[in-house]
């Protein structure tokens, strides 16, 4: 039987009317499909697939620069080359291995190590120089790359490096203002992209990889870097003159406690800081104490004076230079007899300073090293700050009112005592002295000032005055005067202390910290300033070895300074005429 | 006028291709432009970077000294040879550092620490 025609037909159209229906369906499904993917993931799908072409590695940015007073750079960022690699894409790493090796002056076992690594990306050498980076290029090695990232640089080399500390690979902060002031100097992380091909391999060109994160912030120091010089000069002068062991001359500003200046010997080279010990790296001008000795006695003498126990003139026996003291002796240079006050300090007595002490009384004496800051931190700005040793007097021997009076029994850092003694030159204020000025960010905006604070005021203006008049004839007719400036009113006290030798439990005879501290022009303070000369051996005296550097040091910076002297030189330069 | 209208509209079309074309091409021409410009400024800042080490390397004061003296033969001055000269900008100076001295006195309003034994 022959099919009919129009069952054919029909059938042909049920069947073509199936297919296409299927097709819409199926069209449909696609479109549906396709709208979600490219409409409604389409953020997550563009995600997925710049993913699945980029690497992205997250660097450090620029730290932020450290200038002095007068804005020149202390420290501050280069971009430098760092080789890096990418395992997974090389095929020879023992060869690849070997050519960088002689390249990059790394052991080759160190490299395949890294290349060993089932990672994408491994640090072979970080900040290295150009010719080295230029080495690498050249050898053209797939899957080993140059990337270039900041690396901390100190223009000055030692100038001011125990201050300053320095920062590590990744940039931290680990010593100084630089520890100190990470949170300011570090800026934000940069993202360093790279393009993949279809294996995976890193391809993209290294001048467009880098997209820049803020910078960070920019500090300004109450350091000048002449006065920075000049004190590191003439304390490398007197410690290569006497050798010594080392020293420290810090300078400030009495008015305000603003540093002017902070040299420690020895030192390191921040920019090399593999090459020197971590004992170079401390900052001993607020970590580490010493017995003061008679530059002690501008203190205990300002107390006594405070209390009304002593005048300038108020005479005391000296006897033939020596007393005793719960079975010790303590002893003077040479024959007193009876003097007066002012002669007590001027030929620094210790017997005279003793029997002042003995007036004033423990607690008393205890209560004023304590208002001026002994015993306690100053709160500068700079890590690792000791408060020094000062006992309560119920821990105190029969002997140690006399010790204390000469500067013993008592541990003080080098910024203890210049603040106590910038405290008479002031007026009176206990100041907390600092070394950061102002703090300014990426976009030209001060986000921090500092201004003056003091802590208290441990002596009135008048005790002040007649404090500086005495200490002015230290320095014009005592022990101090290899410090006196021929323009200059200089106050000041010489101090020679004896190193306590652990071993032997006694002071030793040899080892002695020779010091000088004062202040500069006396009727008008600008300067104070503290030299310490530690473990001289040509000659001890504090007077011999640390006036000197006084004088030269304030000498220089006054006229840096342009700091007029009291009477001007217009006479001066009319004799000469 | 059918075969007119067929040409002004391929005419249409074809005009916006070509500015399509052109804007696409000029597109890639000026994002290839950014591109260079960006790392011009990338390698010109590395360049100012390294500009600003030489220059504080080279005005540190321990290079100034050296250079005064081995090329210069300058040499620091002796006592003596050294006449201040006051100047008014000095005095007014020290005038106006004694004036906020005493202003500071004032704001502190802090009082001696004699002792009350």
Not at chain 1, 197 to 223: C, F, Q, W, Y
Not at chain 1, 324 to 346: M, Y
Not at chain 1, 359 to 381: H, N, P
Not at chain 1, 520 to 536: F, G, K, N, S
Request: net charge positive; aromatic share 6%.
């Amino acid at each position: 039987m022959k099919p009919n025609i129009g069952d054919v037909s029909q059938s042909s159209r049920f069947r073509s009317a199936i297919l296409c229906f299927g097709l819409l369906v199926g069209f449909a499904v696609i479109v549906s499909r396709l709208f979600y993917l490219q409409v409604i993931q389409a953020n997550e799908g563009a995600l997925q697939a710049w993913n699945q072409h980029h690497k992205s590695i997250v660097v450090e940015s620029n730290r932020g620069v450290i200038v002095d007073r007068n804005g020149s750079a202390l420290a501050l960022n280069v971009e430098v080359p760092s080789v890096t690699a990418d395992p997974m894409s090389i095929e020879d790493r023992g060869k690849v291995a070997e050519k960088l090796s002689r390249a990059l002056d790394v052991p080759k076992s160190q490299l395949m190590k890294e290349l060993g690594k089932k990672q994408d990306f491994v640090w072979l050498k970080r900040k290295l120089d150009e010719s080295s980076a230029k080495a690498v290029q050249q050898l053209s090695l797939p899957g080993v790359d140059i990337l270039m990232e900041p690396r901390r640089f100190y223009p000055k080399t030692t100038l001011l490096a125990n201050l300053l500390g320095f920062a590590g690979i990744d940039s931290q902060g680990l010593e100084g203002i630089e520890l100190q002031y990470e949170s300011y100097l570090q800026g934000g992380k940069s993202l360093v992209v790279f393009q993949r091909d279809a294996r995976g391999r890193m391809i993209n060109p290294v001048g467009s990889r880098k997209l820049r994160a803020s910078e960070g912030h920019r500090i300004t120091l109450t350091i000048d870097e002449v006065i920075q010089y000049i004190a590191e000069q003439e304390l490398d002068a007197a410690i290569q003159r006497t050798q010594a062991k080392g020293g420290t001359v810090l300078v400030m500003d009495p008015a305000t406690g603003a540093m002017l200046a902070w040299a420690i010997r020895p030192t390191f080279d921040p920019n090399k800081i593999s090459a020197g010990s971590p004992d170079l790296w401390r900052n001993r001008a607020v970590t580490d104490v010493y017995e003061p000795g008679s530059t002690f006695k501008v203190v205990v003498a300002a107390s006594a004076l405070e209390e009304g126990v002593v005048e300038p003139d108020t005479l005391i026996y000296g006897g033939d230079g020596g007393m005793s003291i719960a079975g010790t002796t303590v002893h003077d240079i040479g024959k007193s007899g009876w003097i007066t006050f002012s002669e007590v300090l001027r030929h620094s007595s210790n017997v005279g300073m003793v029997k002042a002490a003995i007036s004033l009384g423990d607690k008393r004496l205890y209560k004023y090293l304590r208002a001026f800051g002994f015993g306690e931190k100053t709160e500068i700005d700079l890590p690792g700050e000791s408060a020094g040793i000062l006992r309560d007097p119920s821990k105190w021997s029969s002997r140690s009112l006399a010790s204390l009076s000469m500067g013993q029994e008592v541990g003080v850092t080098p910024i203890q005592l210049l603040t106590a003694v910038s405290a008479v030159a002031n007026g009176g204020y206990l100041l907390k002295p600092y070394v950061v000025s102002e703090v300014w960010n990426a976009q030209g905006e001060r986000v921090l000032k500092r201004e003056v604070e003091a802590k208290r005021r441990p002596i009135s203006d008048e005790t002040a005055q007649v404090l500086t008049g005495l200490l002015q004839e230290v320095v014009a007719q005592g022990t101090g005067k290899r410090a006196g400036l021929a323009e200059y009113a200089v106050a000041g006290k010489t101090g020679t202390a004896q190193v306590f030798d652990q071993k032997a439990k006694a002071y030793s005879s040899t080892k002695v910290i020779g010091s000088f501290v004062g202040f500069v022009p006396a009727e008008a303070p600008r300067l104070a300033i503290l030299v310490v000369i530690d473990e001289p051996k040509t000659e001890g005296w504090g007077g011999v070895v640390a006036a000197p550097v006084f004088r030269k040091v304030s000498e220089q910076v006054l006229r840096h300074m342009r700091i007029a002297p009291k009477n001007g030189g217009l006479m001066k330069v009319a004799a000469i005429s | 006028m059918r075969r007119s209208g067929f040409t002004m509209m391929v005419l249409f079309f074809g005009i916006i291709g070509s500015l399509y074309v052109w804007m696409r091409i000029d597109l890639l021409r000026v994002s290839s432009d950014i591109e260079r410009l960006n790392d011009q400024r990338v390698e010109l800042e590395h360049r100012q970077e390294v500009l600003h080490l030489q220059l504080s390397q080279l005005t540190a004061p321990q290079k100034i000294a050296q250079a005064a003296k081995r090329q210069l033969n300058l040499e620091m001055p002796q006592p003596g040879q050294i006449v201040m000269v006051a100047s008014d900008t000095a005095m007014a100076s020290n005038e106006k550092r004694l004036k906020n001295a005493v202003q500071l006195a004032q704001r502190l309003n802090v009082t001696p620490h004699r002792s009350t034994y």
